[in-house]
């Protein structure tokens, strides 16, 4: 039987636009995340989030105090490189010069994402993916990074969710959703640039690199062979789209037939297969963002689906494609407050299946639970329901281990309060309580939470607890 690593990654994630703020400060332009115009009524936008732009040190404190061996963050390009004036941007890269530094000071490995939804608007304006210039202009970004950061940071991941961005195209880049076409054009370039941006890292540094979708196991309503069928074809193009391109170095079958039956095959440029094949631009391991599973079933072909989530992105259900899949309410699983199934089980089903298809480690990237949390009158935050949580997955992680999953790391979501993409501050993640709310600054204030404590035991006890 199979042990959890002794150097095991345990930490927490994060991303820039969710938790820095200063959106404006030292130079920074504007990402889409900054100039988004549908932010929720009632929900507060990112423009201070939780602050982290001037509380990290304080944060980073918190994370030592938790034991952390890893924080996964991002980069916020819009921060590093100045569009407007064409050339980096020193203050933006002091900023995370002093972050990762800290973070070394303190034994934490610093895992970084180059890309967490947070494209420049300049280059939204000029296209954003859909232009092949984006892929040159990412080519460029990881140069800056390995260039400043490639001889300190060991762990890099390439792009956040790009399966999430193509679901749920609008909401994410804000603006109109994309067309089917268009969206697969842009998931190509996506791949394009993040070969890239592999094999530039693999040439200017020692580090390692893997892409970060959200992965999830796949199960149909029923045992009727048209559900089986719904749910080979959702977990084709939902999952393994984005690592059979990375990894084997090709489209997979049964997403390319979708794509040709939605009259929306993407355009591949003679070369393009050549750079994504290069043996330098290739994942060293996977990682992988979890949530919940999803459940299919066969279309009903009198119904009308959206093919992007509707108003209510809770990674389950609004999804459907006719002919194809559409997506259910699992009733077997329990669900939280913001109405996600929860199911622990599946996450160690999620790992297993990785495992057999890619036989690369795995780093998990996100996992977690958002709900609301308050400060009690003695200034605690009683969060035993993301306790459950957690010790849920652990044990199913655990068990993935023992099977021989090969497993680097732990990063669940998040590290420290931070705003939600769609729900603002009210739905939060962290094992460190902000004071503010989506209404109301308040001080900014860090309080632990209760699962901050429990957090603390498994890292000491390497999961034993
Ligand atoms: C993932 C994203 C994160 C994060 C998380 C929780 O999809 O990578 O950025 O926000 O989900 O989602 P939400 O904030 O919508 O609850």
Known sequence: MKKIREDFLWGGSSSAFQIEGGWNEDGKEPSVQDTKKDIPEGTTDFKIASDHYHHWKEDVAMMVEMGFKSYRFSIAWTRV???????????????????????????????????????????????????????????????????????????????????IMALASGAVEGGKPRSTKDIYQCNHHMFLAQAKAMKIIHQMSKAKVGPAPNITAIYPNSNTPEDNLAAITFTNIRNWYYLDVPVFGKYNVIAMDMLNKLDSMIDIQDGDMDIINDPLAKPDFIGFNYYATGTVKQTDPNKNYVSKFSGQVDQQTGFGLQDFFEQVQNPNLPKTQFNWEIDPVGFKNTMLEMTSRYNLPLLLTENGIGGYDELDANNQVDDQYRIDYYTAHLKQMLEAIAMGVDLIGYNPWTAIDLVSTHEGIRKRYGFVFVNRTDEDLKDLKRYPKKSFYWYKEVIKTNGKN
Request: no cysteine; hydrophobic share 35%; proline share 4%.
């Open 81 to 163: 490189w100045s569009y407007e004036k064409n050339q980096p941007n020193q203050k933006g890269l002091e900023f995370y010069h002093n972050l990762i530094d800290e973070l070394l000071k303190h034994k934490i490995e610093p895992i970084v994402t180059m890309y967490h939804f947070d494209l420049p608007d300049y280059l939204q304006q000029k296209g954003g993916w859909l232009s092949r210039n984006t892929i040159d202009e990412f080519a460029k970004y990881t140069k800056l990074l390995m260039e400043n950061y490639g001889a300190k940071v060991k762990y890099w991941l390439t792009i956040n969710e790009q399966n």
